[in-house]
């Protein structure tokens, strides 16, 4: 996933983050400089209650570790006022930072997924990453 950078993108993300099954939080330093993106997409309700994680940081602060305390308190809401029961990341094999962003918050390697997401016009292999209300909170 990829911020939007031009205004009609802009556009198209504010309309899919406006509806009740996706929902996107920017993480911002204590002095409001934007840290990154962090979007909850695609939840679904009845017996699943899940969603998937998508997140990125913004160039002056990728890859120096500042999205895992943003991440932590999505995550904390997504189980708490959200009310879902699961979490997945799904993460290309080479995003070494992201990888070790979801480790260390406490999801867990669920399996590889060949060709998952169509990125940049091309069908990318992905990592599924997943944790539970009940392995967030204990």
Same mark, same amino acid.
């Given at each position: &996933?990829?911020?939007?950078? #031009?205004?009609?993108?802009?556009? *198209?993300?504010?309309? *899919?983050?406006?509806?009740? +099954? ?15 993106? =962090? +979007? @909850? +997409? ?18 002056? +602060?990728?890859?120096?570790?500042? &999205? ?5 308190? @999505? =995550? ?6 959200? !009310?879902?029961?699961?979490? $997945? !990341? ?6 070494? !930072? ?19 997401? *169509? ?7 992905? $990592?599924?990453? !997943? =944790? #539970?209300? $009940? $392995?967030?909170?204990?």
């Amino acid at each position: &996933m990829a911020p939007p950078s #031009t205004p009609e993108q802009f556009s *198209k993300h504010l309309t *899919k983050y406006s509806a009740d +099954n996706n929902f996107s939080y920017l993480a911002r330093t204590s002095d409001g400089s934007l840290i990154g993106c =962090i +979007n @909850v +997409n695609e939840i679904v309700r009845g017996a699943f209650q899940s969603a998937f994680l998508g997140y990125y940081a913004f160039v002056p +602060n990728h890859g120096q570790g500042r &999205m895992k305390q943003a991440m932590a308190l @999505v =995550i904390s809401l997504a189980f708490g006022n959200l !009310a879902l029961h699961r979490l $997945e !990341a799904n993460i290309q094999p080479s995003n070494i !930072a992201s990888l070790a962003l979801v480790k260390s918050l406490g999801f867990r390697l669920e399996g590889y997924s060949p060709r998952y997401l *169509k990125i940049a016009g091309t069908w990318q292999d992905h $990592e599924r990453y !997943a =944790i #539970t209300a $009940e $392995e967030w909170l204990a």
